[in-house]
């Protein structure tokens, strides 16, 4: 019998009832886009949720990347981390501006603030880098090289929904931070995103630029996009946002588990909780070094495939591979030897709020050696 697949992540979905009732709500109303009474519903409780003072909601992740370049007037080169989901680099190249690639720092996955310096030039106006898997970048590092030159720092959060330091959000940190609700998320609108602002002006610039730069009936201030939420994914939205806690608890079940039996797998890497972080649990990276664990991470990969377990390569291959940034010198890899080795080795293995034990015992099964 040909054993269930075991995918790696599942989309967390509300109540149909629950949802259906809302649903009636908007066909009564016959109001079903342009910032309407669920949409505002959602803004508020996700404020209240995230802990930030200002949120503007997106229809996915990645045009609020695109947004926060053109509200900050962001021109010439940024400065980013070619370990990430496409949609990162594609932000800037789609503002017209040169990315810019740095390494990445081993034990976050994120951009290593070391670098940083290096890559600035009198071009460079922005450094956008990424909590990758959640987990905080170093971000009073970040801010400190970009205070020094002047830089705008703009945070892809797409995967830190509900991340805390020290009880404070990092989506609060420099000047502004994006976040996905797409259906592979924590926390999902079926398609979806936001921008977290500081500042009320910003909030009003940015709710403009969503909607074809209008201001008011009659007036553009800029070349706006379209990239409203409509009112049935806002209503999702805010079914789902009363499932998430409970969702990121067994996430976290997950994540003491796969720890538990993979601590003494030689030649297998994963991350710990870090100190003063609320994690949310998003992914559950491995890293393979093939010398020590006897098979390379494509041979792992492979072997977890024909078991009907399907981890993901995040992130390999690097954005700074693709053919759009692969002439970049910044793109080369001798400049980017710890993300190139790391893109190697990362295997993420299946993690959501679905999992049972006997999914767990197979995925730990084909691993443990
Ligand atoms: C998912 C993701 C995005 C893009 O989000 P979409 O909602 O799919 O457009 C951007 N950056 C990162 C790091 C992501 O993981």
């Given at each position: 019998m040909n054993k269930e697949t075991i995918t790696v992540t599942s989309p967390l979905l509300p109540d149909l009832d629950e949802f259906h009732t809302l649903l009636k709500e908007i066909w009564d109303s016959k109001w079903v886009t342009n910032n309407g009474s669920f949409h505002k519903r959602l803004e508020q409780a996700l404020c209240e949720y995230l802990k930030v003072p200002y949120i503007s909601l997106f229809t996915n992740g990645t045009l609020p990347l695109l947004t926060s370049l053109q509200a900050l007037r962001i021109t010439g080169e940024v400065i980013t981390t070619p370990y990430s989901f496409v949609a990162t680099t594609h932000a800037i190249w789609w503002n017209g501006c040169k990315p810019v690639f740095v390494d990445i720092d081993p034990t976050n996955c994120g951009m290593d603030p070391d670098k940083i310096e290096a890559a600035i030039t009198p071009h460079t106006t922005a450094i956008m880098p990424v909590h990758c898997y959640g987990k905080p970048c170093d971000m009073e590092r970040i801010q400190a090289v970009a205070d020094k030159y002047n830089l705008k720092v703009i945070y892809?959060?797409?995967?830190?929904?509900?991340v805390e330091v020290d009880g404070e959000s990092v989506l609060n940190r420099g000047d502004m931070a994006t976040l996905s609700f797409h259906a592979t998320k924590v926390y999902n609108t079926l398609e979806g995103g936001a921008l977290v602002m500081h500042d009320a002006e910003t909030k009003k610039r940015i709710d403009y630029l969503k909607n074809?730069?209008?201001?008011?009936?009659?007036?553009?201030?800029?070349p706006g996009i379209n990239s409203k939420m409509d009112e049935v994914r806002s209503a999702y939205g805010l079914l789902n946002l009363k499932l998430v806690d409970d969702a990121i608890e067994m996430r976290h079940q997950v994540a003491i588990r796969y720890r538990e039996a993979l601590r003494d797998v030689k030649g297998i890497r994963f991350f710990d909780d870090m100190p003063g972080v609320k994690h949310n649990y998003s992914y559950f990276p491995i890293f393979v070094n093939a010398e020590e664990y006897g098979m390379t991470r494509d041979e792992l990969y492979s072997k977890m495939k024909e078991q009907g377990i399907l981890g993901r390569r995040?992130?390999?291959?690097?954005?700074?591979?693709f053919s759009t940034y692969c002439?970049?010198?910044?793109?080369a890899p001798e400049n980017l030897p710890v993300a190139t080795r790391i893109a190697n080795e990362v295997i993420c293995l299946p993690m959501h709020h679905g999992l049972n034990e006997g999914d767990l015992n197979r995925v730990l099964e084909t691993i443990v050696r």
């Open positions: 892809d959060a797409a995967h830190a929904f509900g074809f730069g209008f201001a008011g009936e009659t007036e553009v201030v800029g995040y992130f390999y291959p690097l954005i700074s591979t002439g970049l010198p910044s793109a």
